[in-house]
């Protein structure tokens, strides 16, 4: 690992913990081990750092969105277990990254105070994944042929509405994780059967 990598990583552990705002420049440097005018030689300042992670942060949620399926087509030749598996271990992985996890728990504590920081908790933890969502169910609803008004929003079977029932209780358990009150495997035990409910509700 480079030094600007380990200067990264130890502001992402550090920003983790305490939040943005409770960690400076001299505790950054003092975590690598090196002085803190070496860090102006990688980065500009704090923000800087900041914005490496939170750009890093996008390529790998990005990557990991990327393997799901993409068109109506898809969704139709999925079965069953093939759509939990993808569910289990979409979870996992934003519960056991330890980049993916530290991210969020850095949005999450650092949001209070910080207009910036909590746009962008709202945007990759409620709207993004509500919108990726609701995409999802748009092309399952079409694989499915299902009329009724389906893209009204008021409607209960339309994408948005499926996509806050789903994402809500799975998003919910996450915090659970890391707050350390829910193991893994039961987790994932309620993530299948919500998953299994929600597709037995639908007719999915």
Avoid: W
């Amino acid at each position: 690992m480079t030094t600007k990598e380990r200067i990264e990583a130890e502001a992402l552990k550090l920003f983790s913990i305490h939040g943005y705002s409770g960690v400076s420049i001299r505790d950054i440097a003092g975590a690598v081990g090196i002085k803190e005018s070496s860090i102006y030689k990688h980065y500009s300042g704090k923000e800087d750092i900041f914005k490496t992670i939170v750009s890093h942060y996008r390529e790998k949620t990005e990557e990991i969105f990327q393997i799901s399926p993409k068109t109506p087509t898809d969704y139709a030749q999925m079965s069953k277990e093939m759509l939990l598996a993808m569910m289990k271990m979409t979870f996992q992985t934003f519960a056991v990254d330890e980049f993916i996890s530290r991210c969020r728990k850095l949005f999450m504590i650092s949001s209070p105070g910080n207009e910036q920081i909590g746009n962008l908790y709202v945007q990759n933890f409620i709207t993004e994944p509500i919108l990726f969502n609701s995409l999802v169910f748009e092309k399952l609803l079409a694989t499915l042929q299902v009329k009724n008004d389906s893209n009204k929003e008021d409607n209960p079977g339309s994408a948005k509405v499926m996509a806050y029932q789903f994402y809500a209780p799975v998003f919910l358990i996450l915090q659970e994780y890391d707050n350390g009150t829910i193991k893994m495997q039961e987790a994932l035990l309620l993530i299948e059967k919500i998953t299994l409910k929600f597709m037995e509700v639908y007719e999915v």
